[in-house]
């Protein structure tokens, strides 16, 4: 790779209020390692790691906003109660001592929450704009109340207004992946008659006033960053938006109701969205947006996650030319790295210092030694 083009990655960046050491984001990936919903030195101990590795940005693991039912698994960690605000306090401290930046990604599964799994409160039933299962399509509940919807808006309220109040440095919303947001966004299982249904541009409503309540929660200047993806669980090529114009319709009603990056979710980077333009899905997000994107999906390695999980491929490392290409061409300006940073704290630094040789290869059996 260019040298010219690896000293890119490693610029720092001023987003905003949002200062950055270099490009490289810390992926959001899920843990299951808070017991009882506590994050403890251990997970600040995790994101410290990664901050003293070069690693610029930040974003944790999906956090629970306060409702019963947000939760696909135990161990999820919240970001409610005094015991968990402090855990997450804790955190903060430790990457700050370090001069890391770190955002929470606040989190409800919605219908991804399986009844008969093991949840905190097994009692809570999932909840969704109509009750729809995400694989199955089976509707398996009834659909959310005007009264439910307002109570999750203003639980993310309530979750953003914490995070800025133990001095994270922003916060992500999660509205990707077929989880609670993702799921008024698609109209598979989206089928409201009301105000929170209808065409793409009107099924952002309910992102919509969570993010205005969010921002009115932090003010003006504290960061909001909003993941979002066309594939869903169990359902990997589906797209929202089959082209530019439908994109933009779903994008720019978020980008006006106060979005200040845009985090797109693909399996493969590398891939491009539409036909006719070699623009990756953050690419597309900034030239119809106008506002600085995340790119992320399987950076570093060869084989995407969903591949690793369900047909037990191992990743091995792979070029990161393509990025640099990308990422130097300005079709977008943060890179969020999963997997190789789950599996290596120090692969920024190795990366930076040209010691890719030194690199942790991520396998399943090495997982359970990786955190």
């Known amino acids: 790779m260019k040298t010219e083009n690896l000293d890119f990655l490693f610029q720092p960046i001023t987003i905003g209020k949002l200062d950055l050491s270099n490009r490289i984001v810390m992926a959001p990936m899920t843990r299951g390692f808070s017991p009882d919903g506590i994050p403890d030195s251990n997970v600040a101990a995790y994101y410290r790691r990664r901050a003293e590795n070069e690693v610029g940005l930040i974003i944790t693991e999906g956090t629970l906003i306060n409702h019963p039912a947000a939760a696909e698994g135990l161990g999820r960690p919240n970001f409610y109660g005094k015991h968990a605000l402090a855990g997450w306090a804790k955190v903060v401290e430790e990457v700050h001592k370090v001069d890391g930046k770190i955002i ?145 319709s779903f994008l720019t009603p978020l980008s006006d109701a106060g979005i200040d990056i845009f985090h797109a979710s693909t399996r493969r980077y590398w891939e491009p969205e539409f036909m006719n333009s070699p623009l990756n899905l ?40 393509p990025l640099l290409e990308k990422l130097t061409h300005n079709e977008f300006d943060l890179v969020a790295v999963g997997r190789a940073l789950l599996a290596d704290p120090s692969w920024a630094v190795k990366v930076h210092h040209h010691r890719e040789s030194e690199l942790i290869s991520f396998t399943k059996a090495a997982m359970k030694t990786l955190f």
Not at 147 to 161: L, R, Y
Not at 214 to 219: D, P
Not at 309 to 314: A, H, L, R, S, Y
């Open 104 to 248: 929470p990604q606040l989190w409800h599964v919605g219908m991804a929450r399986q009844i008969q799994g093991q949840n905190p409160n097994p009692e809570a039933l999932p909840i969704g704009p109509s009750g729809i299962d995400v694989i199955s399509g089976k509707k398996v509940t009834q659909p959310m109340t005007r009264d439910e919807i307002h109570g999750i808006v203003d639980a993310f309220g309530e979750a953003a207004n914490q995070a800025k109040r133990l001095g994270f440095d922003g916060i992500e919303i999660h509205g990707a992946h077929g989880y609670l947001i993702d799921q008024f966004f698609w109209a598979r299982t989206n089928q409201r008659k009301d105000e929170y249904g209808g065409d793409l541009a009107a099924r952002t409503r309910f992102a919509i006033e969570i993010i205005k309540a969010c921002r009115s929660a932090v003010g003006n200047d504290f960061p909001i960053i909003f993941r979002f993806s066309q594939w869903k669980m169990g359902h990997y090529h589906e797209k929202m938006a089959n082209n530019p114009e439908e994109l933009a």
């Open 282 to 321: 953050a690419g597309w997000a900034k030239k119809l947006t106008g506002k600085p994107t995340i790119s992320v999906g399987s950076v570093g390695l060869d084989t995407n996650v969903v591949d690793f999980f369900t047909e037990g491929k191992g990743a091995n490392h792979s070029s990161l030319t």
